[in-house]
């Protein structure tokens, strides 16, 4: 399998403070990867260490099989997470400017802002500037002036932040896209929606070290499987089910999840005969649920260490 990107034992300082700890990770050719974490965890210093703005304390990265984004920078398309407009500057003007900034000639960049506007239905917008845009529009400008040079690998930081529900299904549209066009996208999110609809593959950072990575079956894979549990009566006897492993209880509805190897069928008739079971559904936990609890897991091994010094 041809590679995109890898990191071995990636590490970045700043003073005193790790950003990223022996970071180590594997993005194949032609898939939608994933960056999990809150904000600080370290995704935004790796994807700089990956462009080369930072550079790691130790460690080695490969970016389309060069040591330095440098080296590949025309193949590569950038959406860092500041992310801003010349507001005074037309539409078509400024995807075509990014263009021009990648090395292509002002005829074809022109051709191209016109035909990439047109297609994802900003084709009214050509001659009108940015500073009339809703943020939605914006943020779509400029990951059209991300991709007009047809890059390898696009890498987008946080594209679906601040965006309503109509432009996230855009910006979720517009990377599928890229998939299906042959690129290899990255994009870091601290949305579990949207990483579980379209991911390949996902890794998940937390306080600067590496969760979990791989793809969605094998992050889930061995995971406790979940109840989804509508009732009514008293909730408190949930916490008595036999086999839970742990009962979420939101009055009238509860998350129970189980030990491993316990029959489902059977808590159901356990909670039959001591609530009224309105809804219960039997899945695998999402990747919301396990971004959660992997964070809660992560600070109590961080607490009984601090308290074991």
Request: with cysteine; aromatic share 6%.
């Amino acid at each position: 399998m041809e590679h995109a990107l890898r990191l071995q034992s990636v590490t970045k300082r700043f003073g005193s403070f790790t950003a990223v700890d022996a970071l180590s990770l594997e993005v194949p050719k032609g898939c939608i990867y994933g960056f999990l974490g809150q904000n600080g965890a370290g995704k935004t210093t790796t994807i700089r260490m990956v462009m080369s703005i930072f550079h790691p304390d130790s460690g080695t990265l490969s970016v389309l099989g060069h040591p330095d984004a440098a080296q590949v920078k025309d193949r590569l398309g950038y959406l860092p997470e500041e992310k801003g407009l010349y507001k005074k500057m037309k539409t078509a003007e400024i995807v075509a400017y990014f263009g021009k900034l990648k090395g292509m000639d002002r005829s074809t960049a022109n051709l191209k802002a016109k035909e990439l506007l047109t297609r994802y239905g900003l084709g009214d917008w050509l001659d009108k500037r940015c500073e009339a845009m809703s943020k939605g529009m914006g943020q779509k400008v400029q990951v059209l002036g991300t991709i007009i040079h047809e890059p390898e690998l696009v890498i987008l930081d946080e594209p679906f932040s601040g965006l309503d529900p109509v432009n996230r299904d855009l910006m979720r549209d517009l990377i599928l896209d890229m998939k299906r066009q042959g690129r290899t996208v990255i994009f870091s999110t601290h949305g579990m929606e949207h990483a579980e609809q379209i991911c390949d593959f996902v890794m998940m950072i937390h306080k600067s070290k590496l969760q979990f990575a791989g793809t969605l079956s094998q992050v889930k894979q061995g995971r406790d499987l979940g109840i989804q549990l509508d009732y009514d009566g008293d909730g408190s006897v949930l916490q008595r089910l036999p086999g839970a492993l742990r009962v979420n209880d939101h009055g009238k509805h509860a998350e129970i999840f189980l030990r491993q190897g316990q029959d489902p069928q059977q808590a159901l008739r356990w909670l039959i005969d001591h609530v009224v079971v309105k809804r219960f559904d039997y899945r695998e936990p999402s990747l919301h649920e396990i971004f959660v609890r992997t964070v809660d897991e992560a600070n109590q091994k961080l607490a009984a260490a601090g308290m074991e010094r």
